[in-house]
Nanobody, 128 residues
Framework: VQLQAFGGGLVQAGGSLRLSCAAS????????MGWFRQVPGKEREFVAC????????YYSDSVKGRFAIARDNAKNTVYLQMNSLKPEDTAVYYC??????????????????????WGQGTQVTVSS
């Protein structure tokens, strides 16, 4: 599985951005797709994830109500719509994929170390 993330950029606080993650190669209906973010000196932080087949989603508390994750099966693409952006959302955003036998989102889906495939990251900068 190859992942390519794009859509980052510079936006003012309160603005919106939509990130895309295009998946190619061998794809699995039993994948969980996740978005993580990282700032220098800190660990990679879970943002949101989605079960590819069922479409069930989960969000971190810091983005719940502001971000929305969705997938387009026909395009093999996962999106992260980010609204009401705050300066603390500034980070490099990564998409990732992991195979999971579970039909629903599990606690392990929130852990970066459990993901097998990663995109290259896209920078999001929110100015105050």
């Amino acid at each position: 599985v190859q992942l390519q993330a794009f859509g980052g950029g510079l936006v003012q606080a309160g603005g919106s951005l939509r990130l895309s993650c295009a998946a190619s190669g061998r794809t699995f209906s039993r994948n969980t797709m996740g978005w993580f973010r990282q700032v220098p000196g800190k660990e990679r932080e879970f943002v949101a994830c989605i079960r590819w087949s069922a479409g069930s989603t989960y969000y971190s508390d810091s983005v719940k109500g502001r971000f929305a994750i969705a997938r387009d099966n026909a395009k093999n693409t996962v999106y992260l719509q980010m609204n009401s952006l705050k300066p603390e959302d500034t980070a490099v955003y990564y998409c990732a994929a992991r195979w999971s036998p579970d039909p629903t989102i599990q606690a392990v889906d929130l852990l970066a170390r459990e993901y097998d495939y990663w995109g290259q990251g896209t920078q999001v900068t929110v100015s105050s």
